[in-house]
């Protein structure tokens, strides 16, 4: 009966989504890339020296037929120095089985944003609003609600406490440290950064293929044994 002239906001939702991120995954929200530290001439020496099959991590690790991302920019630096945007979920209209053709009322969309240094959380929510509010369609009414954020951190692996657990864990392994950034979200850090003002050690013993949070997340028994020989290795060069 509506169909032409009334607005879709499950369509809507799908124009703003667009107009946040292009095909070639680079964010196009105004200001968003203005705070991001790049990643240092030391730091990239360092991530080309892991052993890495580009190959066997695309096809067995994330199971799937090619990389995405910022053309021009490397692997590493896309999941580790970049910031993101993704969209987990889209909610809205009729989706049970059999045929409905009723314009839906409202659309929901769920998405993320990784935030690097030295990005602000409520700086980026900002312009994540205007952003939306520019792309948004006429006849709909857009809203972004943030359910919760954290603040960005960069240890700086040039103090004491990190050059400890790299000789630590090179005691234990037998292999030489490598520092690496990380795209997960451990908040607390970022916390303990800004109002305490002191560098979290963030000493890693997983593996790749260990599903961080599936339901058949595992954890390599010999690294868990390992580790608390790393730890108390490392407590014990603190107290040299």
Not at 65 to 83: A, K
Not at 119 to 130: C, G, I, V, Y
Not at 205 to 211: H, I, K, S, V, Y
Request: proline share 8%; with cysteine; net charge negative.
């Amino acid at each position: 009966m509506y169909g032409g002239a009334a607005p879709n906001p499950i369509q809507a939702i799908a124009e703003i989504l667009c107009a946040l991120k292009d095909r070639e995954g680079h964010i196009l929200i105004p200001g968003f890339y203005d705070r991001v530290i790049p990643p240092s001439v030391k730091e990239r020496e360092a991530w080309a020296s892991l052993p890495f099959e580009e190959k066997e991590y695309t096809e067995k690790e994330m199971g799937v037929r090619e990389l995405v991302g910022e053309s021009g920019v490397p692997l590493f630096e896309r999941v580790w120095g970049r910031p993101t945007l993704e969209v987990h979920g889209i909610r809205g209209g009729f989706t049970g089985e059999g045929a409905k053709t009723v314009i839906p009322a409202r659309a929901t969309a769920k998405i993320s944003t990784r935030l690097v240094s030295d990005m602000r959380p409520d700086e980026a929510a900002e312009q994540l609003r205007a952003a939306v509010k520019a792309a948004c369609p006429k006849g709909v009414i857009a809203e972004v609600k943030v359910l919760h954020s954290g603040a960005p951190s960069l240890t700086n692996p040039d103090n004491p406490f990190i050059h400890a657990a790299a000789a630590a864990m090179k005691e234990v392994f037998n292999r030489e440290t490598v520092y690496i950034r990380l795209g997960g979200s451990i908040p607390i850090v970022g916390v303990f950064d800004r109002y305490l003002g002191i560098p979290s050690v963030m000493m890693g013993f997983g593996l790749p293929d260990d599903n961080l949070h599936a339901p058949n997340e595992k954890f390599h028994l010999p690294n868990f044994y390992r580790k608390i020989e790393a730890v108390a290795r490392y407590l014990e060069i603190l107290g040299e």
